[in-house]
């Protein structure tokens, strides 16, 4: 998220013709920088970039010190669904690994308890794919992705905007399946979970901006359209795409309709696996 709030940042500087600073508040799974935007006046003049992490703490924390009723959303710009990856010397097809795992289970590693990666993908193993877990939880996604390239976990979930595209994209991993409606066009070989035989597992990864809730429509609408026109821009689609997002434009009505359906979604996934974070 930093680095697209940067993309997108330094254009919407030029085009509203205000100094943008991009500040990190990192920690807590982002509740620090949430409650940061939730008590900030209603000018317009603080943005928070959010990903589903935003929706996904509504359930998982009792005390995170704000609300979704406190945002309103302004833009969604990109989107990478979840994915599962291995090493090429393990399971060539998503069967062959669960047919491995039945008698058994499965380990997988992510960015860490409560990410997106482990709630969508524990919930898939258990509840669709009925197959038992061992959860291997690392401090980020990065470290996750290292730990499969060196075959020290037999698989790892992370969205191909983690970095994992571009080792699959190499051969350095193997993309077993992808939780998106279609392929994506970075990773036309990898199979998507319908395609597999799970047509109602998708878990997409988004990123986007909000505002605090009180904020002027005029103001929402004014920065949302600032932010289509620079997805328009060739350049930032493409370094879009090179970090494994799939550049996806949802105007404010659009972005708050996905986002509001989002806590429904991962309460529901995150119920189902029995998790709470304190």
Sequence with gaps: MDTVSRLFGERLSAKLGQAVVVENRGGANGNIANRRVASA??????????????????????????????????AIV???????STHPSNAKTLKE?????????????????????HIAI?????????????????QGGAPAVSAALGNQIPLVA????????SFVRSGSLRGLAIASEKRLSILPDVPTFAELGYPNFTSLVWAGFFVPAKTPGEIT???????????NDPSVTDKLQQMGFEPTFLDQKASEKLFRSDIIKWKSMIEAIGLRVE
Excluded at 221 to 231: F, N, P, R
């Design 122 to 138: 524990q919930y898939f193993f258990e509840k669709l794919a009925n197959i038992r877990t061992t959860h291997i939880p690392f």
């Design 41 to 74: 006046d209603p000018d317009g003049y603080t943005i928070l970039g959010a990903t589903p992490t935003l929706a996904v703490n509504e359930t998982i924390y009792a005390r995170r010190g704000y609300t979704a009723d406190q945002f309103k959303a302004v």
């Design 158 to 165: 992370a969205p191909p905007a983690s970095g994992a595209a």
């Design 97 to 117: 690994m669960l047919d491995t795992a039945r008698s058994t289970s499965i380990q997988f590693g992510t960015a860490g308890t409560g990410s997106m990666s």
């Design 78 to 84: 990109a989107a990478s669904p979840e994915m599962i």
């Design 221 to 231: 609408t004014k920065l949302s359209e600032a932010i289509g026109q620079i997805l």
